[in-house]
């Protein structure tokens, strides 16, 4: 069982940063493939960016690569997600995912455990 609570989101003008934070308490954490989705009104959740269980080897959505960057800490049981160069086609409700298995996967139905969301918006 993981449990995972997001903090970061927020308002910020394009061109502009944020970092989101993901903690995850439980003890099957360092056993779990982490991932960051995002899901706008109207569109379907969609896997921006995931990360192996060690760490090694990462994911990015097309139009995000370049720009976020997501990394795990598992010491302090944290995973985060850096947004640089934000744009408005960033905005959106951003989940923190959690799956057992070394590796991501980029269909949602695949996730075991969710956190609650945090709102990310960009203003042009």
């Known amino acids: 069982q993981v449990q995972l609570v997001e903090s970061g989101g927020g308002l910020v003008q394009a061109g502009g940063s944020l970092r989101l934070s993901c903690a995850a308490s439980?003890?099957?954490?360092?056993?779990?493939?982490m991932g960051w989705f995002r899901q706008a009104p109207g569109k379907e959740r969609a896997l921006v960016a995931g990360i192996s269980w060690r760490g090694s080897s990462t994911y990015y959505l097309d139009s995000v690569k370049g720009r976020f960057t997501i990394s795990r800490d598992n010491a302090k049981n944290t995973v985060y997600l850096q947004m640089n160069s934000l744009t408005p086609e960033d905005t959106a409700v951003y989940y923190c995912?959690?799956?057992?298995?070394?590796?991501?996967?980029?269909?949602?139905?695949?996730?075991?455990?969710w956190g609650q969301g945090t709102q990310v918006t960009v203003s042009s």
């Open positions: 439980g003890r099957t954490f360092t056993n779990s493939a």
């Open positions: 995912a959690a799956r057992g298995g070394m590796q991501w996967a980029t269909s949602p139905s695949e996730w075991s455990y």
